[in-house]
């Protein structure tokens, strides 16, 4: 199977930076897509930024000039710079690997797939 695992998130103070981080796992032959998305308390999941797999980057209005969005695909990993927050970006961000091809223990292949991670708490604080 495959897991995505975040890390990187936690409590800043307006104007502050963080990095979060989202390495996908297993045997993994390609994945198309890799994405940050987030979800406010009472509020519905957004797409925060997007890359694809040749580096082709697409962003919320909201994080454009703030956040970056980068992969590194020998380490099936994805990143997200995020930069002068505001107390509005609070939220749990959440990494999303699409179209994953990936071999299971049978020695069969899978996919293409969605995968998600667990999420990791943002928080900024005024």
């Known amino acids: 199977q495959v897991q995505l695992v975040e890390s990187g998130g936690g409590l800043v103070q307006a104007g502050g930076s963080l990095r979060l981080s989202c390495a996908a796992s297993?045997?993994?032959?390609?994945?198309?897509?890799m994405a940050w998305y987030r979800q406010g308390a009472g509020k519905q999941r957004e797409l925060v930024a997007a890359?694809?797999?040749?580096?082709?980057?697409n962003y919320a209005d909201s994080v454009k000039g703030r956040f970056t969005i980068s992969r590194d695909n020998a380490k099936n990993t994805v990143y997200l710079q995020m930069s002068s927050l505001k107390p509005d970006d609070t939220a749990v961000y959440y990494c999303?690997?699409?179209?994953?091809?990936?071999?299971?223990?049978?020695?069969?292949?899978?996919?293409?797939?969605?995968?998600w991670g667990q999420g990791t708490q943002v928080t900024v604080s005024a």
């Open positions: 297993g045997k993994i032959f390609n994945i198309n897509d």
């Open positions: 890359i694809t797999n040749r580096g082709v980057t």
């Open positions: 999303k690997a699409e179209d994953v091809i990936y071999g299971l223990p049978t020695g069969w292949t899978q996919g293409p797939l969605d995968f």
